[in-house]
């Protein structure tokens, strides 16, 4: 049995309701921080291991698999977090981070999904998206920045994206990490009231949060129209950041052990090599 068959209590399937969700929950965990902390720990020398073995299988040309990580939250909900202490904690360079901010005007002239093309991991990297192609349609969708019709559009464009890298080899794994109103609140100002955090506060984020159910309804939406059997979404309650970052460890595990990458066998004798090197 996998180890990691917890995490499947936070995929988003059939009916799934995100107002039902409450963002204190840890489902599928029986533990406490405690253990969540030995667990997330004892969890990053497998992720280690694995990450590697997926690189040195790339680098010889035997693989064509990767793995796509896609956060989504609100703001302050922890996707820094997990980006430096679960994906942080391999080999940078298996890792392909992509943070997507307002587009370019370059950007604006091609379709939404032409720039996330062009950062979509090679094979044998674990690529990150911090935001993603998914705020075309939430902040598209809150905000105005299109119409209803073009919105439609690009659900059914996300679709046939995603297919087409699941096909190629590529396990995406899409997370939403959702916190309540009211612990964003204090992460906030806990960022006001320390000046070492000074430069993570954005005054726009207060802006956001007065739009806190409209971005929810968006969230359903987007749940409800593109969480698929090649890209499903996982929704993880985020309040407790420890539960959070274990469970995208989990994640990312299941997807690398599905994946079995093997050391590569050496293209060379190896006990002449050491004869050779003992003589040099």
Known sequence: MNAH?????????????????????????????????RDLAAGLDALNDLQERLFAESRVGVTK?????????????????????????????????????APTPEELAHDFLWRVEKRLP????????????????LIGRVRGLADAAEIERRYDAINEFEARVAASGTRIIK???????????????????????HWKY????????????????????????????????????????WYARLAVQELLLAALEDIDPQWPVADFDVEAEKERLAAS
């Open 65 to 101: 698999d990767a793995v796509l990580l896609v956060l989504q939250a609100m703001d302050s909900a922890g996707k820094g977090g997990i980006v430096r202490h679960v994906v942080g904690g391999v080999d940078p360079q298996g890792v392909a981070l992509a943070a997507f901010k």
């Open 122 to 137: 090679e094979p044998g990297f674990i690529g990150v998206f911090d935001r993603s192609h998914y705020e075309d349609v």
């Open 202 to 241: 954005n005054p726009g984020d207060v802006d956001e949060r007065l739009l806190w159910s409209q971005y929810m309804e968006a969230y359903q939406r987007v749940f409800d129209r593109t969480s698929t059997e090649a890209a499903p979404w996982h929704v993880i309650p985020a309040n407790a950041k």
């Open 175 to 197: 997370v939403m990490l959702h916190i309540s109103p009211e612990e964003q609140k204090a992460r906030l100002m806990e960022r006001l009231d320390r000046p070492d955090k």
């Open 5 to 37: 068959t917890w995490t499947q209590r936070l995929r988003v399937d059939e009916g799934f309701r995100l107002a039902d969700l409450d963002p204190d929950t840890k489902p599928g965990y029986v533990g406490g921080k405690s253990h969540g902390v």
